[in-house]
């Protein structure tokens, strides 16, 4: 592509007003995936923090809601599909831009490889479980993102639906297996979940829930990257971040104090447990115990397709801006991120298939999760340090201590601790070899930024440059 192309050619635009509040929403609930996230995850927060985990929750939401204010201040003012890649470079510069969208991209392609191993994984161990057959993951997989891919690429409408459907049907299984797990234990009903006393080993054992605790809500501000598309974004997206990350909250601090009360409060055997929710609800729900694994199903499903949708429009943006390389900013007929989509699903597709077959996909899929989890956490570390200095800059009339400059310090406080527990020494293998992986990414990340910025000279202005509703 020649400078003057590369300067003056019209960028494509998705599709303007095609999502409401409610629709946004639902991308947001379905990304959390609350019964994935739940299942395999609170068995190791029970561990750590007693009988008392859901306070971990608790904490954990308000870390995440600080988090959420930096992108929902950043999108009042400058709603982009980029999301934090245009936020961060507008902020800091094509470099810092350029490296964010690497980073982001890598950690994305790998985090969604989870969701797939999940996917298939799941799949197979409920066909063996109740039509004692015994199936491979894989094709199961593949069957899955290929269905997934199809939804968005036929359109943005379609794939949010989709998804408020399936986080709907999720939702309606996770509150019938609550109500049978309470029902069947009446008579050991009780709150000392929420008895600060009772957390195991007070503030250190608090530390250790709270990392995996805070990352059961990775995903929940992934549709910021959809203004494009939803009508006043400006007000429409936060607003919906806002309610999917408390009502998620809720819903797992439900799902905590339900899980401690069908085990009699006794943390040491949640934390023994696999998957101690769907044990309790098995044993809750007995010939019926089917719709707690299809509730795990519905949720990756919901979660696939959700982080699909959005994941794939800030790859888009960062292609169209020409932080990546330019073709990934190319649409469909039907308005939708085409090629990014396609280098999203085929390489994290293939990266899945490689991976989980060493170790079996549910057992690989934590190690997966890790992996992608660190440049994201990273990412919004570094989103809470450019909202004041972008305040500050360029919007200085409109400028508040509190939600510009206190918030965003919070937010990085509570950050801290998550990104430490996943990069700490001494950890065992693989994981103590992940922070080289993202350190090699960045150096990468940054020799490419620089080739950039010398390929294309207006870099600097195209950052952000698309602003949603302009």
Same mark, same amino acid.
Request: net charge positive; aromatic share 12%; no cysteine.
């Given at each position: 592509?020649?400078?003057?192309?590369? /300067?003056?050619?019209?960028?494509?635009?998705? +599709? @303007?007003?095609?999502?409401?509040?409610?629709?946004?929403?639902?991308?947001?609930?379905?990304?959390?995936? !609350?019964?994935?996230?739940?299942?395999? *995850?609170?068995?190791?927060?029970?561990?750590?923090?007693?009988?008392?985990?859901?306070?971990?929750?608790?904490?954990?939401?308000?870390?995440?809601?600080?988090?959420?204010?930096?992108?929902?201040?950043?999108?009042?003012?400058?709603?982009?599909?980029?999301?934090?890649?245009?936020?961060?470079?507008?902020t800091f510069g094509p470099i810092p831009g350029v490296m964010t969208a690497w980073a982001l991209g890598f950690g994305y392609i790998v985090a969604v490889g989870y969701v797939m191993a999940v996917m298939g994984g799941w799949t197979t161990l409920m066909i063996k479980q109740f039509l004692h057959v015994t199936v491979p993951w894989e094709p199961i997989t593949i069957i899955f993102v290929a269905g997934v891919s199809y939804l968005v690429y036929r359109g943005v409408k379609?794939?949010?639906?989709?998804?408020?459907?399936?986080?709907?049907?999720? &939702?309606?299984?996770?509150?019938?297996?609550?109500?049978?797990?309470?029902?069947?234990?009446?008579?050991?009903?009780?709150?000392? *979940?929420?008895?600060?006393?009772?957390v195991k080993n007070g503030l250190s054992g608090m530390g250790l829930a709270f990392p995996l605790a805070i990352f059961m809500f990775i995903g929940v501000g992934n549709p910021g990257a959809m203004v494009e598309e939803t009508r006043d974004a400006r007000k429409a997206v936060p607003k919906a971040i806002y309610t999917a990350t408390i009502f998620v909250a809720v819903l797992y601090v439900f799902m905590a104090w339900a899980t401690s009360v069908a085990f009699h409060n006794?943390?040491? /055997?949640?934390?023994?447990?696999? $998957?101690?929710?769907?044990?309790?609800?098995?044993?809750?729900?007995?010939?019926?115990?089917?719709?707690?694994?299809?509730? =795990?199903?519905?949720?990756?499903?919901?979660?696939?397709?959700?982080?699909? /949708?959005?994941? /794939?429009?800030?790859?888009?943006? @960062?292609?169209?801006?020409?932080?990546?390389?330019?073709?990934? =900013?190319?649409?469909?007929?039907?308005?939708?991120?085409?090629?990014?989509?396609?280098?999203?699903? $085929?390489?994290?597709?293939?990266?899945? &298939?490689?991976?989980?077959?060493?170790?079996?996909?549910?057992?690989?899929?934590?190690? +997966?999760?890790?992996?992608?989890?660190? !440049?994201?956490?990273?990412?919004?570390?570094?989103?809470? $340090?450019?909202?004041?200095?972008?305040?500050?800059?360029?919007?200085?009339?409109?400028?508040?201590?509190?939600?510009?400059?206190?918030? !965003?310090?919070?937010?990085?406080?509570?950050?801290?601790?998550?990104?430490?527990?996943?990069?700490?020494? =001494?950890?065992?293998?693989?994981?103590?070899?992940? !922070?080289?992986?993202?350190?090699? $990414?960045?150096?990468?990340?940054?020799?490419?930024?620089?080739?950039?910025?010398?390929?294309?000279?207006?870099?600097?202005?195209?950052?952000?440059?698309?602003?949603?509703?302009?």
């Amino acid at each position: 592509m020649t400078k003057s192309r590369v /300067t003056s050619a019209k960028p494509a635009r998705l +599709m @303007a007003n095609s999502l409401s509040t409610t629709d946004i929403l639902g991308v947001s609930l379905a990304d959390t995936a !609350p019964a994935m996230s739940f299942f395999f *995850s609170f068995a190791v927060i029970a561990g750590a923090a007693g009988v008392a985990s859901p306070l971990a929750i608790i904490v954990a939401a308000i870390a995440i809601l600080l988090k959420i204010n930096s992108l929902a201040e950043f999108t009042k003012v400058s709603p982009s599909p980029g999301s934090y890649i245009s936020y961060i470079g507008k902020t800091f510069g094509p470099i810092p831009g350029v490296m964010t969208a690497w980073a982001l991209g890598f950690g994305y392609i790998v985090a969604v490889g989870y969701v797939m191993a999940v996917m298939g994984g799941w799949t197979t161990l409920m066909i063996k479980q109740f039509l004692h057959v015994t199936v491979p993951w894989e094709p199961i997989t593949i069957i899955f993102v290929a269905g997934v891919s199809y939804l968005v690429y036929r359109g943005v409408k379609i794939s949010a639906r989709w998804a408020m459907a399936s986080f709907a049907f999720e &939702l309606l299984l996770i509150l019938v297996s609550i109500v049978a797990m309470l029902v069947s234990q009446a008579s050991h009903i009780n709150f000392a *979940s929420f008895q600060p006393g009772l957390v195991k080993n007070g503030l250190s054992g608090m530390g250790l829930a709270f990392p995996l605790a805070i990352f059961m809500f990775i995903g929940v501000g992934n549709p910021g990257a959809m203004v494009e598309e939803t009508r006043d974004a400006r007000k429409a997206v936060p607003k919906a971040i806002y309610t999917a990350t408390i009502f998620v909250a809720v819903l797992y601090v439900f799902m905590a104090w339900a899980t401690s009360v069908a085990f009699h409060n006794q943390a040491s /055997t949640i934390a023994s447990q696999a $998957v101690p929710f769907v044990t309790a609800a098995s044993r809750a729900l007995g010939p019926f115990s089917i719709l707690v694994y299809l509730a =795990g199903l519905t949720s990756t499903f919901s979660s696939l397709l959700g982080a699909t /949708t959005s994941q /794939t429009r800030i790859i888009f943006s @960062a292609g169209r801006e020409g932080l990546l390389p330019f073709g990934l =900013g190319r649409v469909s007929r039907f308005g939708t991120p085409s090629m990014a989509l396609t280098i999203y699903s $085929v390489f994290a597709l293939v990266m899945t &298939l490689i991976w989980a077959s060493h170790g079996g996909a549910l057992t690989m899929a934590g190690e +997966m999760g890790a992996l992608g989890t660190i !440049p994201i956490a990273l990412v919004y570390l570094v989103l809470n $340090v450019a909202l004041p200095v972008y305040y500050w800059r360029h919007h200085k009339k409109i400028f508040s201590a509190w939600r510009h400059l206190i918030i !965003p310090g919070l937010g990085i406080a509570f950050l801290i601790l998550p990104l430490w527990g996943l990069i700490q020494p =001494g950890q065992p293998s693989p994981f103590n070899l992940f !922070p080289w992986i993202i350190l090699a $990414v960045l150096v990468l990340g940054l020799i490419y930024a620089m080739i950039r910025q010398r390929q294309i000279p207006d870099l600097r202005e195209r950052v952000g440059s698309i602003v949603a509703d302009e």
